[in-house]
């Protein structure tokens, strides 16, 4: 089996309710999907199917590859199984690996105990074969090996990713409660944003909203700004592959967007903060930062485009009855200064988004973390809403 060139079950993992944005990157590569779940999909294909997507895809967390599904019933079944896999053909001798898990199994208390099992195997497979073994370790620095072990179905995956697609590595300062770069990006796939109008964000925090949208208007992929994968550590890696595909995005890259992208807040510690980020990101001269409140953010009077908030709701951040006059602020800012655009609150308190005294034109489900939340769409019609029509 050369993984490589071998086709194989491929499941890519994402955070809750991400998948639909998932599913349309997915197929926009030409791939055919198999299967959709909430927190994922699955495909047919070959790791280097797998280097594109890894390259590719904005909401994805792990690229992973399916080596062996089996039946187990316990950690002995699973060394011994494990035991009969060519590691020898897929893992470096000299290299490096690590092994995570998602273990639901009676027999196994804690992860880092399947885990071990896994790695025995491997280290046990390669005495056996060559009497030399490659090194392992609990970061996510070379090759990793995953287990999903449920009831009495077990599969083992190569994770091709290594460390989370979800972070996109520009943000070298986060802020308070900052969003995932994945979430952002699902958010603003999800809007009707055309990438070719304006993009106003007020309450940019530590910016990612805005650079987000910087990197999907000018068609710059993620995998750009991350040098290590833990594909590049398997046997059979050729360089040429992934050099390829880089170069490829690379040359897809449009210099400037096409709408202005406007990025807000009344902290200037926040706009420093989000405008070193854009730099590291390759975008800062494709944002507009302004220091102000929210309500003197400069909205062009006769375009299109989206309004977009992602404030505090409570959960971390955040005094409740304060932010009942924000958001009641933030609904006559969209309704008097917004008129032809979009408006967009992404928000984990219910509660506290009626007092935006708006009615939605769509709720789309999202969960920040733990918390369930909303991106809720508001259409400001230029006029009355029976002229529009």
Not at 142 to 159: P, Q, R, S
Request: hydrophobic share 40%; aromatic share 10%; with cysteine.
């Amino acid at each position: 089996m050369h993984i490589f060139t071998t086709p194989s079950r491929i499941i890519i993992t994402c955070h809750k309710w991400l998948s639909p944005a998932l599913q349309n990157e997915v197929t926009a590569l030409g791939m055919n999907i198999v299967r959709a779940f909430p927190t994922g999909v699955e495909l047919l294909g070959t790791v280097q199917d797998c280097i594109r997507l890894n390259l590719h895809l904005r909401c994805a967390s792990q690229v992973m590859y399916s080596i062996l599904s089996f039946k187990c019933d316990s950690p002995d079944a699973l060394h011994k199984q494990l035991l009969e896999v060519p590691w020898e053909n897929i893992l470096k001798h000299d290299g490096y690996f690590s092994v995570t898990s998602n273990v639901y199994h009676e027999s196994i208390k804690t992860d880092l105990f399947a885990n071990l099992r896994v790695k025995d195997a491997i280290v046990d497979r390669f005495r056996e074969v060559s009497n030399i073994r490659p090194n392992t370790g609990s970061t996510l620095a070379g090759a990793v090996v995953h287990l999903y072990w449920k009831y009495e179905d077990a599969e083992v995956f190569i994770d091709t990713s290594g460390e989370t697609l979800a972070k996109h590595g520009y943000r070298k300062l986060p802020g308070k409660a900052p969003m995932l770069e994945a979430l952002a990006a699902a958010a603003i796939l999800s809007t009707k944003w055309n990438r070719q109008s304006m993009f106003i964000n007020p309450m940019c925090g530590s910016g990612t909203l805005a650079i987000e949208a910087a990197l999907i208007a000018t068609k710059r992929a993620p995998g750009l700004l991350r040098t290590n994968y833990a594909f590049m550590h398997l046997k059979g890696y050729n360089e040429a592959m992934y050099t390829a595909e880089r170069n490829t995005l690379e040359t897809q890259i449009q210099r400037f967007a096409a709408g202005t992208i406007v990025a807000s807040d009344i902290s200037q510690l926040a706009i420093d903060v989000a405008r070193k980020n854009a730099e590291a990101a390759g975008v800062a001269h494709l944002i507009k930062f302004v220091v102000c409140d929210f309500e003197q953010t400069p909205v062009v009077q006769g375009a299109e485009g989206i309004v977009i908030f992602n404030p505090e709701y409570g959960e971390r951040l955040g005094d409740i009855a304060a932010l009942e006059g924000t958001y009641a602020r933030m609904g006559d800012f969209l309704k008097k200064q917004c008129k032809g655009y979009t408006g967009y609150v992404f928000t984990g308190n219910l509660l506290l988004a009626k007092k935006i005294r708006l009615q939605p034109s769509r709720r789309i489900e999202f969960y920040n973390a733990t918390i369930d939340c909303r991106l809720l769409e508001y259409e400001m019609y230029e006029g009355s809403r029976k002229a529009a029509h």
